[in-house]
């Protein structure tokens, strides 16, 4: 699965807006780790842009929806932490900080941005699915890792997409 294979960088370039990305297989990682505060705890992530190819690039709404991340995660941090404490009924800040880690952000091609995290408390803490997944682009949802993925990596029909466009078509 996507969070257990170590996966080799196959191409590297220098995009104009992200600096310096390398191919990971399903798409575009930033090599640079950005920092996001929740809980009061500072937090390193990996940003990936998914891509089919190494041939395609970082598209515009990719690109635009890092920008509305990083605004999403600074004007609505209450929200993002009060969702995720009232959905594991985690009683306390010092709590949540220890039990969930954010990990990696991925945006789908159609610019939606997710924020996968771990959970200390599942067995399996280094697997990916061991956690769970929250849409912050178009609006804040809280998702099941692997549907997540599917989502993101351009799986159709998804029920997803009606959480996330209220049933419209993108």
Not at 42 to 71: G, H, M, P, W
Not at 79 to 99: A, H, K, W
Request: proline share 2%; with cysteine.
């Amino acid at each position: 699965m996507f969070g257990k294979k170590k996966n080799k960088a196959v191409e590297f370039k220098i995009h104009p807006s992200l600096g310096e990305i390398n191919y990971v297989g399903i798409g575009w990682k930033k090599t640079e780790k950005i920092k996001v505060t929740l809980w009061s705890k500072t937090y390193d992530i990996s940003l990936c842009f998914i891509a089919e190819t190494a041939e395609e690039d970082v598209n515009e709404k990719q690109v635009a929806s890092l920008e509305k991340f990083r605004n999403v995660v600074e004007e609505q941090k209450k929200q993002i932490e009060e969702l995720i404490m009232e959905c594991f009924e985690c009683d306390s800040e010092e709590n949540s900080s220890r039990r969930f880690a954010p990990r990696k952000i991925l945006f789908s091609q159609n610019g939606e941005c997710a924020l996968f995290y771990k959970d200390a408390d599942e067995e399996d803490y280094d697997d990916l699915g061991a956690g769970f997944a929250m849409f912050l682009l178009p609006k804040l949802i809280l998702e099941d890792p692997e549907n997540c993925l599917d989502y993101i990596l351009g799986g159709e029909d998804s029920f997803i997409e009606k959480d996330l466009y209220g049933g419209k078509q993108k």
